[in-house]
């Protein structure tokens, strides 16, 4: 018995709406009979595609019935007749570019390479990339957040919140130009004072003792915006600092909540982040450079740098672990995904770089560390997992015979 393997396209729809059949064939020449193994393409993988492919088969090759087993043994039967084929298959290079001609490479609209994406020409860049691999943060497009304004109707509160990033918080009394509205304490005079909950004094309490750090309050003279900071993170987070807005005979209270603490897997200027390590393939971690940062990680061709200090020269992270990337899901933060482990194991570094606002023209690096496990930890489990993917392509090879040697068996 010999047998012979073909592949050809048959570029004619079988009816309209219809992809093509690609069709594989392996002759067995025995009493003129052979099996014919049809291919559809990704977008024809349909039962109605599959039964029209395999009508125009048989009504042109004469055949009138047709035996088959169990349709849960059908992929198994492919499998096990495409093994001794692929062989032959590969070294036929002019039918498999035909194939490649009727089927173009998919592509993915706005990547740029592996999993980057890429820049809309429409838009400006959101920052220039640096020899370490950072990216310099511009000046943000949209307008800023409006501040909070106090109303001297309906409940009469206003509560804003310390940024744990610039530690500060902003209100205003409402209309600037209202000359009769004021605020308590009048911040002209006394910066670092605030009121009582109910604001009957608020003259006598120091922002210190309630927060824990010195503090201040000023207004601007054009915006008469009120601008309350802290010179360092609060130790008491569950404080509250009161202010009060008056006009005329009403009064309307201003909270300032402290910031509360971060989680560990976000940045900050006094804070650095260690994510969970990376020990097997196609795992992911996330952190988070939030905030008004100076620069933050790339997220094409992202350098990094090499160990707990992010010291020395920064490398391209493709090259230290292959078919990783770091993308930027929102505003600062970030995802960095491992599709296989490295040879060697490497422990990476990035940089956040922000603004210290308990220091005038200085900055801080926030360090976000990640282990990386390498192979040579897993070898073991390669071998163990080759071994067992061995064993299921013998079982699916036994299978599909035993398919289609029922199936020749029913034929004759």
Do not use: W
């Amino acid at each position: 018995m010999t047998r012979a393997a073909a592949c050809s396209v048959d570029s004619r729809p079988i009816s309209q709406g219809m992809p093509p059949c690609y069709r594989c064939s392996i002759h067995r020449q025995q009493l003129g009979t052979y099996f014919v193994v049809l291919l559809f393409t990704p977008r024809s993988l349909s039962l109605q595609a599959g039964i029209s492919c395999l009508g125009k088969e048989l009504r042109s090759s004469g055949t009138a019935s047709l035996a088959m087993g169990p349709f849960s043994l059908i992929p198994y039967g492919i499998a096990a007749l495409a093994l001794p084929a692929l062989r032959v298959i590969a070294g036929d290079s002019e039918q498999l570019a035909t194939l490649a001609d009727v089927e173009a490479t998919p592509v993915v609209r706005g990547v740029a390479g592996p999993g980057f994406f890429e820049n809309d020409e429409k838009e400006a860049s959101a920052g220039a990339e640096d020899s370490a691999g950072l990216v310099e943060a511009q000046p943000r497009r949209l307008s800023e957040p409006q501040v909070e304004q106090c109303s001297f109707t309906g409940g009469k509160t206003l509560t804003v919140a310390v940024s744990p990033y610039t530690l500060e918080a902003k209100f205003s009394c409402g209309d600037k130009a209202d000359e009769t509205i004021a605020v308590e304490p009048d911040c002209t005079s006394v910066k670092d004072k605030c009121c009582d909950s109910a604001g009957n004094t608020c003259q006598q309490q120091p922002i210190a003792e309630v927060a824990g750090v010195n503090g201040s309050a000023t207004m601007d003279d054009a915006s008469k915006v009120i601008t309350v900071k802290l010179d360092g993170t609060p130790k008491n987070t569950d404080a509250k600092l009161y202010f009060k807005c008056k006009k005329s005979a009403e009064n309307c209270m201003v909270t300032v909540d402290m910031p509360k603490p971060l989680t560990e897997s976000q940045c900050n200027f006094n804070k650095n982040v260690e994510v969970p390590a990376i020990s097997e393939p196609n795992k992911e971690v996330t952190f988070e450079c939030g905030g008004s940062v100076a620069s933050k990680p790339g997220t094409v061709d992202t350098e990094v740098f090499k160990g707990p200090d992010c010291t020395g020269t920064a490398s391209k992270l493709s090259d230290l672990v292959p078919g990783a990337q770091l993308k930027e899901t929102k505003d600062g933060c970030f995802t960095l995904s491992v599709s296989a482990l490295p040879t060697e194991a490497q422990n990476l570094c990035f940089k956040c770089v922000y603004p210290d606002p308990t220091k005038t023209k200085t900055q801080q690096t926030c360090k976000v560390t990640v282990a990386v496990s390498g192979t040579s930890k897993t070898t073991t489990a390669s071998t163990t997992t080759s071994a067992a993917e061995g064993t299921a392509v013998m079982s699916f090879a036994v299978v599909g015979l035993a398919f289609f040697s029922f199936a020749g068996s029913a034929y004759y």
